[in-house]
């Protein structure tokens, strides 16, 4: 598996090599998650990334295979863990380029204590859900943020509605927070391409339909519920942000666009030494010196 | 003093200064150069109001181990009455460890409400010191927190040691970074006061003095006074670990608390997590990152890293995990010892992974086992679990400074430069002979890997194709093999095993087993001493030939079921005998003797240890 020499590649071939090719991707025909592949080659090729600088970690689900069929280097590991990964390799390589790519069962369910604290943390992370309001790959049970859109006079333990994943971002501390949909990957590409830029933890829930186990929530659907963020928003106010979600829930809708965007300052990020040279020779004498 | 001495300190926990009095007495003594082991810190998982006691240990020369629960001075910091039985003052220290106290041992209490009826002991020959310290304290020197220095006055006066306070001057300086004078000298005559009770006690009953004397001792090399965690992060720092994830749990958390007070001063980083999930993700990522990296917990948290045990071994990521091993099961008795994970450890997880188990048996070893993990796990890309257990987590003991002079080499075998990228290819997963894969880290210009914990094949693409399942599942588990040829050690033996009954041990309580080993030695029974330090994969190859020899086998452990007798009989097909003891507390020599005895003169099979409740006595208080 070798890379071109890191050339500054402009076309999107680029993120092809490296990966599964495209008539051995395990998906649906017709599946949410093609739209964000497409739209992430667009966010890297516009950043001008190189692959190797990249490592994209998937959550455990159909959206988590995503980093096989792009060039990068890829991680997967357990279902919920996409984010607390992440958070050890920006602590230990904060050059690296992180991406996690996760699904909406990965992220709010099992993984919901990762995702908050991801939020606190703030990591320099970009997480992208592919929010389909079900386990797609476990064959459609509900997800938490499933039953969006349906009517809940009464609610049941077993099954309460769905709560929203900006509110709880923003709730959480998260300083980026936008939304997305695979049936626009052009827009879908511009808010990944910020999200990465943020100097921060940046949260873009990506609307991305499930052809085969979501038939409520389908690619018309979402095209009659989702609205751009009004031109006049200010992203970097947490009051503006809290207004706008109010506002689109009254109206029954769901904002497309940046949420809130406000970096918080953060201290300077060593990078952990890892190299043999960089770790001979150390001086115990701090260590020792408190047992005396 | 006839080269030993054991002094338990007890008290009601967080009020009585049990813990300050010890490591003032430990502290002072090492640097007089007198060799301390602390091995058996008893406290309760509750924060106040419990029991707490914390026998010290002080010798001559390093003494073999704790030896058995007998001491000679008993120090009883409690002063007021328990509230719930105004009959029955707060004694506990004399109530449960006065029938430890030797015949013509001491006893030193606190008597600032009263006096304590001592006949029984006063019987045995032992010499009785009230001393009112925390009235001297409060009354005198108007600061009660001075009560322990007054202790430490009296106990030293009784020992008669520093009578010129030159070493308590010291160590007041140096704790109070000669910013505060006043506080010194207000510790100096608190230690005074206590002197001159125990001077007074003397003059009374006419006795010359009580028969301890300690003497200071030149060394050729300083001493430091540390505990096992302390000696395990000065090695894991040293092996190159760089980034360290914990959560609070005890006996765990000191680690957590050294790591972060050592680790950014390395150039590394220490992580709390959220939960011990995102603990052990945050280290998985450091580590597949390039970082040398490590986790410590304890039971629960060790069960709850486990789905991440099963990534690290499938996905080929190095990864140290250190299990301060404490009762179970559940949140079992946290602060009490135990050895019960051994089981967990080497099969923890669904499926099969390579992985390593290391034990190391005394706090040295809890210094040079840790640098042999890292390399492991460097070496082999998996978990590589270091079993500590509480009493090795916090024995506090003197040790050499020229220990820690080990030299570390970090070899990172396996990474892949950019020019072996360019000549080679890269596969990440790629079959190998030796089951170990050559690796790159992220960044690296030239490649790119794809690591998955699901099935995958060379290039790290999924995959459930028979055939290449197969391979891959052969070429990590064949890591395990090179392992066993390579790097297994084989278990330590003290004496000759041929013939003779042997016991065989795991994890801390190793000295232990060597003490019993002299006094059935003096007793006239000859036995030898098997450790065993690499538990997993068993290396069986190296322990049979040793074991097969004896005449008996006595596996010795902290735990309910024998799980390392178990393992020796499934992996040597070898029959056990059995010396087992889980009520919390640590093997004692006689322990070990007693059973050895049942076992090799009755042929009893299986002895389990068991202690007495403590009886009540009756006091009457004073004032
Ligand atoms: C600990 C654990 N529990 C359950 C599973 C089974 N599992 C695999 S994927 C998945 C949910 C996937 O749903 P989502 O994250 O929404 O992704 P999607 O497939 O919809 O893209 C579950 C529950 C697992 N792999 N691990
Ligand atoms: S099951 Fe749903 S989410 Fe999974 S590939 Fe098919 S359409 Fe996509």
Redesign the pocket.
Known sequence: MSVQPAARASASKVWEENAVPRHRIQWCPGCG?YGVLNALKLAFTRLELVPHEVLLIG??????QIRNYLNGNGFHG???GPLAYALGVKMANPDLRVVAL??????F??GVENFVHACRRDPQVTLIV?D?G?????TG?R?PTGGLGQDFPEFSEEEPPPFSPLRLALAAGATFIAQSFSGDPKHAAEVYAQAMEHPGFAFVNDF?P?VTYNKFNTYDWFRERLQPVPADHDPTSLEAAWELLADFRRRGRSPLGVVYRNPRRRKAQRRVPMWPQELEGIDLEPMLRAFR | MAGRLKVLVGGVQLRDGVGTVVDVVGRIATRAGLHVLANERNYASTIYGAHQFDPLLICEEPPLSHGDDQVDILVALEFDSNPDAPQQPNRDTILRHGAHLRDGGVLLYDASTGTVPTEALEARGVRVFPLPARHIALRELKREVVKNMVVVGALFRLLEFDMDQHYLRALLEERFARKAQDLVDLNLRAALRGRAVVEEVLRERGWPSVGYRLEPRSTSEPLLFLSGTDALGVGAIQAGCRFYAGYPITPASPLLEFMDRYLPAYGGRSLQGQNERESIRAALGASLAGARAMVGSSGPGISLKV?EFGLAGAAEIPIVVVDSQRAGPSTGMPTKTEQADLRMAISAGHGEIPRIVLAPSTLEECYTLIMDAFHLADKYQCPVFFLTDLTLAEVRKSVPQSLFRETVRIVREGVLTEEDLRRDGFRRFRLTESGISPRIFPGTPGAVFKMSGTEHDESGFVTTDPPRRQAMMEKRMRKMETYLREDARGPQVYGDPAGRPVLVGWGSTKPVLLEARERLRAEGLEVAVVQITHLWPFPTHLVKPVLQAASVLIVCEQNYSGQLADLIQERCLLPTRRILKYNGRVFYVSDIVRGVHQIVRQGIGEVRVAEALPVPVEAHEGE
């Open positions: 998650d959550g455990i689900g159909c959206s988590g357990t279902h919920g996760a699904g909406d069962g990965d992220t369910a099992i592919m389909n079900v386990y797609g790959l476990t049970q997800s991305s499930c | 789905e």
